[in-house]
């Protein structure tokens, strides 16, 4: 199992940059691919980005690619989302998962953690 803790939620202005951080616990983390997910109000939660397990493969949403990066520190155990030219419709809590797996996908992780707020001001 992991555990998962994310950071790096503000408040910022549209056209501003922020960095979300994902720290996880447990055994193997490199085995794990991780994503990104995010929940804005009254909307259901959706997949933004996944990496796999050794950073040699991502995968985006539509609406953030070339805005969002993806990476990940396995000597860290950790898993992070820069986020460049926010937009107020980027605003929602994002939430780190894990998927001890090989494959990169969109939903079926088991594994959450607790979010973090990204507001963005217009």
């Known amino acids: 199992q992991v555990q998962l803790v994310e950071s790096g939620g503000g408040l910022v202005q549209a056209g501003d940059s922020l960095r979300l951080s994902c720290a996880a616990s447990?055994?193997?983390?490199?085995?794990?691919?991780m994503a990104w997910f995010r929940q804005a109000p009254g909307k259901e939660r959706e997949f933004v980005a996944a990496?796999?397990?050794?950073?040699?493969?991502?995968a985006y949403t539509d609406s953030v690619k070339a805005r969002f990066t993806i990476s990940r520190d396995n000597a860290k155990n950790g898993v992070y989302l820069q986020m460049n030219s926010l937009k107020p419709e980027d605003a929602a809590v994002y939430y780190c998962a894990a998927r001890q797996d090989i494959i990169l996908t969109t939903s079926q992780y088991p594994y959450w953690g607790q979010g973090t707020q990204v507001t963005v001001s217009s």
């Open positions: 447990g055994r193997s983390f490199s085995t794990y691919v």
């Open positions: 990496i796999s397990g050794g950073a040699r493969r991502t």
